[in-house]
C-alpha cells in the first residue's frame, strides 16, 4: 500500500522534481513503478503563468476562505483542479460543488 501511495504522488510531480529523488532513490535502492500518467496537465499549465502560486493552493487540498467577484459574503471549501485551466471547482463543506472562473477570485486565505 504504501509503495502505491508513493507511485501516486511521485506521478504528480514535475519533471524538475523526478529529477532530484530519482537521484536519491538510487543512492538508498528505491524505485517507482513505472508509470504512464505525468505530471497533471492542469498543474503544469497554471505553473507556467504568472500565478504560480495557485499550484500550491490546489496540491495542498486544504480549506480556503475566498471572496469572489462582487460577492460580499465568502466562500468556504476546498478547492480543485480542473482540465479548464481558467476555472477552478470549489467543494464547500456541505460537499456542494461550485464552479468558478481563476479570473474572479478576489482573494484567498489557507484555514487552518
Not at 498543474?43 to 486544504?62: G, N, T
Not at 463543506?93 to 487552518?112: A, G, H, T, Y
Request: charged content about 35%; overall charge negative; proline content about 1%.
Amino acid at each position: 500500500m504504501a509503495g502505491d501511495i508513493a507511485d501516486n504522488v511521485y506521478r504528480q510531480l514535475s519533471e524538475y522534481a523526478k529529477e532530484i529523488i530519482n537521484a536519491r532513490a538510487e543512492d538508498y535502492g528505491v524505485s517507482f513503478n513505472s508509470v504512464t500518467d505525468k505530471y497533471r496537465n492542469e498543474y503544469e499549465e497554471i505553473e507556467k503563468s504568472k500565478d504560480k502560486h495557485k499550484v500550491y493552493i490546489l496540491k495542498s487540498q486544504s480549506r480556503c476562505k475566498m471572496y469572489y467577484d462582487n460577492e460580499k459574503e465568502p466562500y468556504y471549501g476546498v478547492l480543485h483542479g480542473t482540465k479548464d485551466v481558467s476555472i477552478v471547482k470549489l467543494v464547500s463543506d456541505d460537499n456542494s460543488e461550485k464552479f468558478l472562473d481563476w479570473e474572479k477570485i478576489v482573494s484567498i486565505e489557507r484555514q487552518m
